[in-house]
């Protein structure tokens, strides 16, 4: 029997040396398609074969498109594993890998630290409402005309945290280092240990309390529904648009809303729609729902601050987050299982 071969969907950026000592253990190998029609030729035509694992990027979707069940239906019979560079794994049909036996891991922790930084930027840049004048002082105009409204401070705010995980954890701590008091909403409740402190509230309270709410929250479409009774029984059966029109009335007015984890988690049309009446003050953003589409209701609006997906986007943390997914392929080629599988997977 030859090495066992690992596939590579992406580009490793940083990590290069750890990815080249794979080499000793297995046959590394790339595909040549440009777009997702040749990508499934190509994995029809056989050139995967023998592939027991594959390293994939958020960005490789632009070739492959999502990893759903059409696609994993047509990857070898010998993939048994899939390891995605990044937290949020929304682009892999969890479920259509469980039915065909693959394993996923994604790479939680690592990016926390970097996420929550960009959160906290947002907070700041939208309650003090910097946007505004940041546009005016580079057309010449110094604060604009007529200057913007006061912001407001952080200090005395209550922060609702919904979706309180790793980067919920750490956000809660820098924004107490601000003077912020954190309550939180997630499907259960944390140990004291975890919530540190932060109060529990239900998704309704979270809505009507909070002076600022962020959006911590993994997005998820129809694969909880199938994969867990508890989760199909509940009311939240799925993350997409969690946030919408009814969610807004329920702010306080003069909310704001910051979201770092997927644009899709909020309904876009009903937070423009919130903002242009006022009801939302401003928010934050750094994803979006049709990447790298923006809404062009948010760009229009002054009151929003835009960032592109940059929430990892620093040497160190990008780095890091190879290191822990080449960590996950080099465990499947040592010891036949990843060092962690994402939530759905982990009572399997
Ligand atoms: N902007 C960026 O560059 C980045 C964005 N992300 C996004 O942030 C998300 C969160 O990342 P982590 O904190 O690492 O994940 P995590 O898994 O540690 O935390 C997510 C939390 O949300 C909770 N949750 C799940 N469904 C919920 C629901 N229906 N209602 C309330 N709470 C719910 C979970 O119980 C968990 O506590 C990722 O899924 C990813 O989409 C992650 C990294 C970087
Ligand atoms: O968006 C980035 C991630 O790690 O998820």
Known sequence: ?????????????????????????????????????????????????????????????????????????????????????????????????TARGIRVSNVPTAVDDATADVNMFLILGALRGF???????????????????????????VLGILGMGGIGRNLKKKAEAFGMRVIYHNRSKLSEELAGGADYVSFDDLLGTSDVISLNLPLNVKYFLVLSQKEANSKQKHTRHIISTREFEKMKKGVVVVNTARGAVIDEDA??????????????????????????????NPHVMLVPHMGTWTVETQTAMEQWNIGNVRAVLEKGELNNVVPEQADM
């Not at 297995?26 to 990508?39: D, I, M, Q, W």
């Not at 995967?48 to 632009?62: C, I, M, N, P, Q």
């Open 1 to 97: 029997m030859g090495k066992p071969r690992v596939l590579l969907l992406g580009e490793i950026e940083h990590a290069h040396k750890t990815w080249d000592a794979l080499s000793s253990l297995a046959e590394l190998v790339t595909p040549s398609s440009r777009s997702r029609p040749e990508f499934l030729e190509e994995c029809r035509s056989g050139k995967f074969d023998g592939v027991l694992v594959a390293y994939r990027t958020f960005a490789s979707v632009s070739i492959t498109g999502m990893i759903d069940e059409e696609l994993v239906q047509a990857l070898p019979e010998s993939l048994k594993f899939i390891c995605n560079c990044g937290a949020g794994y929304d682009q892999v049909d969890v479920h259509a890998c």
């Open 131 to 157: 946007n505004t004048s940041m546009i005016a002082l580079r057309e010449g105009k110094w604060r604009g005309h007529p200057p913007p409204p006061l912001g407001h401070d952080p200090e005395g705010k």
């Open 271 to 300: 937070l423009v729609k919130a903002l242009d009446s006022g009801l939302v003050w401003s928010c934050g953003l750094d994803v979006y729902e049709e990447e790298p589409k923006v809404h062009p209701g948010l760009i229009a």
